[in-house]
């Protein structure tokens, strides 16, 4: 009987390890770098821009290489007498679009947006999580730059994933320049290795330890497919020194980029607010007078004065 119980528990066990490589191999991989997005026609998107556009206002677009070399379209809403840019940056399975909504709360500020990888046009190049998002991030503040932009005058909007990019752009950026004019970030991710876990317990609950060693084969996996450093995918650790001014602010209940994970991007960045109950990207909203009074607090803070 205990010579039985061996070989089924050996038996279980074998299983195990054959299904996490198997679910690490096919399986997790294309979650992470096939991100499903909004599907969107150019009338859908005509839309959005004709809803933002107020008189005296204008659209401009231009192309660009971003990380890997791949075409980003840009999207700029140039206001009269603009305080500065604001760059809007989406979150994970969304696009510009989705996002680009909420330069409307900022009248003040030209509103820039683009969708990471180009993949509102290209769906099929692999998300990355902010392996090679972080350099499209960096070469649009770069071309704003040549356009006569300085850094102090460019502020980025940003949630969850595009939240967890900017601290890695903000990284790169400072390594060689200057600081930029302040980043309003709600619920920004730890690392690329809890938002993996984080997406899978969403799924499997409490069973989500089981897959611990799918998760690690399945980075190890995207890595080699999308040409790109995991172990560089922490925007907490690129929290760390950063000299542009930061505003965090995440719900207490959100079971996506969970608050113990701002807590430690917070440690650098105090300036921090948590909103009982909030869930995933409402924490602002549930704030009195929404993220629009949260975010113009932080820009007059910063040195930005309300006309």
């Not at 204008?58 to 999207?75: H, P």
């Not at 999580?129 to 991030?137: I, K, N, P, S, T």
């Not at 209940?253 to 440690?267: C, N």
């Not at 948590?274 to 803070?301: E, I, M, Y």
Request: charged share 25%.
């Amino acid at each position: 009987m205990r010579r039985l119980l061996v070989l089924f528990s050996v038996l279980v066990l074998a299983l195990w390890l054959l299904g996490s490589i198997a679910v690490g191999v096919w399986l997790l991989p294309p979650m992470l770098l096939n991100a499903p997005l909004p599907v969107r026609t150019e009338a859908n998107r005509e839309i959005v821009r004709r809803q933002l556009l107020l008189p005296g206002n204008r659209w401009s677009s231009t192309k660009l290489r971003g990380g890997e070399g791949r075409e980003l379209e840009i999207w700029r809403l140039h206001r009269a007498n603009a305080r500065g840019v604001v760059l809007y940056l989406h979150g994970f399975g969304d696009d510009m679009w989705g996002t680009i909504g909420r330069a409307a709360e900022l009248p003040e500020w030209d509103g820039v947006g683009f969708t990471f990888r180009g993949r509102d046009r290209h769906p099929e190049v692999p998300c990355t999580l902010g392996g090679w998002e972080r350099a499209d991030v960096a070469a649009v503040v770069k071309a704003l730059e040549k356009e006569g932009v300085p850094r102090a005058k460019i502020v980025i909007a940003a949630w969850s994933q595009g939240a967890g990019v900017a601290l890695l752009a903000l990284s790169d950026l400072e390594k060689s320049g200057s600081p930029l004019g302040g980043a309003l970030l709600e619920c920004p991710y730890e690392d690329i290795y809890e938002a993996a876990k984080n997406h899978i317990r969403l799924a499997l609950g409490p069973l989500e330890f089981l897959a611990r060693p799918a998760q690690w084969i399945a980075l190890r996996r995207a890595e080699k497919i999308a040409a790109f450093d995991a172990r560089s995918v922490s925007p907490a650790q690129a929290a760390d020194g950063l000299r542009t001014p930061i505003a965090l602010v995440t719900g207490e209940a959100d079971p996506e980029t969970p608050i113990e994970g701002v807590h430690r991007i917070a440690r650098y960045h105090p300036d921090f607010t948590s909103v009982p109950g909030a869930g995933h990207c409402q924490a602002s909203g549930r704030l009195p007078g929404g993220w629009k009074a949260w975010a113009a607090a932080r820009l007059v803070k910063w040195g930005f004065e309300s006309r």
